[in-house]
């Protein structure tokens, strides 16, 4: 399920424990709606509201950490990548073949990596036979001079780390929130929204109140679940920068 539409069916979910606390309200005999009841429920109510916004609190740090951390990845996949072509560049003509099978393989790379990370399948990891190659044919360049043995060398470092950013990006685990810990959280919210029409009549304005606090604690829900696919979604990482990171060949 989408994270909007899992929002959606949580924000029906709490609307639906403000119409339980109004019919509880009614049905529950007067001497339940003490002043002593209202305030043992609303003593326990805060101590669950207040666990609920820790545990929302951390979840949008965790997501949003872990956005930051695959974004970066992205970013520094990118920057090798400009690297490795200016490096090459610098070599001389003989690396002209090169760039240009890394510029046709770009493409193909970026449409694997955000359809992997997508998929979340979790199978084996897939050697790269395009990236494999091109690696090779830096190795076995033939440096004419001290310099271009120091390109070259570069050329493979770079080569290596972009390779080791990807495995990391490969490896790195998905932050979605686990099932049972979402059920509890949706459990937490329904009971806190009960309580606030428990023992106070649901009038209009009460109600658009409710439904409005209901929306915001939904969308807190959305923006972890969000965060927690950062290659498919509303907020994915874009994939324009690595595709135009290299400019054609003239």
Same mark, same amino acid.
């Given at each position: 399920m989408s994270p909007l539409?899992?929002?959606?069916?949580?924000?029906?979910?709490?609307?639906g424990g403000i119409l339980l606390g109004s019919l509880l309200r009614r049905?529950?005999?007067?001497?339940?709606?003490?002043?002593?009841?209202?305030?043992?429920?609303?003593?326990?109510?805060?101590?669950?509201?207040?666990?609920?916004?820790?545990?929302l609190g951390l979840l949008i740090a965790s997501a949003k950490s872990s956005f930051d951390t695959k974004s970066g990845q992205v970013r520094q996949i990118t920057?090798?990548?400009?690297?490795?072509?200016?490096?090459?560049?610098?070599?001389?003509?003989?690396?002209?073949?090169?760039r240009t099978q890394l510029r046709a393989t770009l493409a193909p790379f970026v449409d694997r990596l955000w359809h992997e990370k997508a998929a979340s399948a979790g199978g084996p990891f897939e050697t790269n036979v395009a990236a494999e190659k091109i690696y090779l044919e830096i190795y076995n360049l033939t440096p004419q001079?001290?310099?271009?043995?120091?390109?070259?060398?570069?050329?493979i470092q770079i080569s290596v780390d972009l390779a080791q950013?990807?495995?990391? !990006?490969?490896? /790195?685990?998905?932050? &979605? @929130?686990?099932?049972?810990?979402?059920?509890?959280?949706?459990f937490w919210l329904v009971i806190i929204f009960a309580s606030f029409s428990l023992f106070s009549p649901l009038n209009t304005s009460t109600f658009v109140l409710l439904?409005? !606090?209901?929306? /915001?604690?939904?969308? &807190? @829900?959305?923006?972890?679940?969000?965060?927690?696919?950062?290659?498919?979604?509303?907020?994915?990482i874009p994939s324009a920068p690595l595709l135009n990171a290299l400019a054609p060949l003239t």
């Open positions: 539409a899992l929002s959606s069916v949580i924000f029906v979910l709490v609307l049905a529950l005999p007067e001497h339940h709606l003490s002043k002593e009841s209202q305030d043992v429920v609303r003593l326990g109510v805060g101590l669950v509201a207040t666990i609920g916004a820790l545990v920057a090798d990548i400009i690297l490795l072509d200016k490096t090459l560049s610098q070599y001389g003509s003989e690396t002209l073949s090169i001079n001290d310099f271009q043995r120091t390109l070259q060398s570069r050329a950013t990807r495995l990391l !990006l490969f490896v /790195s685990p998905d932050s &979605a @929130i686990p099932t049972p810990f979402l059920a509890i959280l949706v439904a409005v !606090l209901a929306l /915001s604690a939904s969308c &807190a @829900i959305f923006l972890i679940l969000e965060l927690s696919q950062p290659f498919e979604g509303l907020m994915q």
